[in-house]
């Protein structure tokens, strides 16, 4: 069984890493000769939207997937009738724009900061009357990472913002003071089968997830696996899904979603029963779906940027390190570490311990 993907970044390399126990074969496109899922691949170096590599992942993958969301629509679309492509297309579309993304959140009643479309300076300057101050100017598409946003305090920050971002739609969304950022990793297989792991709790450092805990029993799980659940339901979605929310005096508001494996569950491959890569394999394959269980209390770091050595990290007991073999560069994702431990407590002395190794 040969499987594409669209991207052959970290994400890509642990599905195929996550895929190599279960005998699965591999493909990948991406632009980059050293993309890092490359090595372990075959890898067609190409755009996305190059046609004949697309055809031929057609022609010899039984199904396609996708790493990120910035991927040709338009050339995925095309094939369609030739190969299976999961998640389904309808999930890409709607998580490419944030726009459409908050109008979906709205129409299944998944509550959300306040949203207004800016399609002009006039739009721009009327927003505060329905956002407050302050509020965020942000891309419809194309950002990641707190890439492609703007921060207005006051009208003051408006010429500098429109400065930045005019020309490209826009999006204006309430500027929300939350008490924490949680996001829910779902599955659903192709048959209906669907699972949850627990809540991670997030931290960001500039615009960058730093840092998720696992959160098992978190109350707010209930809400924000009912949410997933409505997504999952419209989209008739295959594959794993991350919904990213806010929590404000204990209510969930929806901020973005992923149609795909995501940062925040790296936690998964060492501290769950069945990872979340193996899950979304197992998902858009149509098997059955491993358990989504927490084995003890677990973590992720993120290394952003540069790496620590890798000794001093292996010393550290209950850690497991990933790094993705990529060049280091400011603001790049070039690895992570899973925490691991049998308490609450020992995770968060572990976690201590392994922050103070980081630049």
């Known amino acids: 069984m040969k499987i594409g993907i669209i991207g052959g970044g970290q994400l890509a390399r642990m599905l ?134 703007f921060l207005i305090r006051t009208a003051a920050d408006m010429d500098a913002a429109w400065a930045e971002l005019a020309g490209r739609p826009l999006i204006g969304e309430g500027f929300i003071p939350f008490d924490r950022e949680v996001s829910v990793i779902a599955v659903r297989r192709a048959s209906g089968e669907t699972a949850f792991y627990p809540l991670s709790e997030n931290l960001h450092k500039n615009g960058i997830l730093h840092l998720a805990r696992c959160r098992p029993g978190d109350p707010a799980a209930v809400q924000a696996q009912e949410y997933a659940r409505c997504l999952l339901e419209r989209l008739d979605y295959v594959g794993v899904l991350a919904l990213e929310l806010f929590e404000v005096n204990g209510r969930l508001l929806a901020n973005e979603m992923a149609p795909r494996v995501h940062n925040s569950g790296h936690w998964t491959i060492e501290g769950a029963e069945t990872s979340q890569f193996e899950n979304h394999l197992r998902a858009i394959l149509d098997l059955p779906l491993g358990g989504t269980e927490p084995v003890g209390h677990a973590a992720i770091v993120n290394f952003i940027g540069v790496l620590p050595a890798l000794a001093d990290v292996l010393a550290q007991p209950g850690v497991h390190c990933h790094f993705y073999g990529k060049a280091e560069r400011p603001g790049r994702k070039v690895g992570h570490a899973t925490v691991r431990a049998a308490s609450a407590k020992a995770l968060e002395a572990r976690l201590h311990h392994l922050l103070a190794l980081l630049p």
């Open 16 to 149: 195929i890493l996550a895929g190599y126990p279960l005998g699965l074969d591999f493909a990948v496109l991406d632009p980059a000769p050293d993309a890092c899922a490359g090595p372990l691949a075959e890898h067609l170096v190409a755009p996305y939207d190059d046609p004949e590599a697309l055809a031929r992942l057609a022609d010899t993958c039984q199904v396609i997937t996708y790493e990120f969301e910035n991927v040709s629509l338009e050339g995925l679309s095309r094939l369609q009738d030739r190969t299976r492509i999961y998640p389904p297309l309808a999930a890409l579309e709607a998580s490419r724009d944030r726009l459409r993304e908050k109008s979906l959140f709205r129409s299944l009643d998944i509550p959300t900061p306040p949203f207004v479309a800016i399609d002009s300076r006039e739009n721009l300057e009327e927003a505060p009357k329905q956002l407050g101050w302050p509020f965020l100017v942000k891309t419809r598409r194309f950002g990641y990472d707190g890439k492609g946003q």
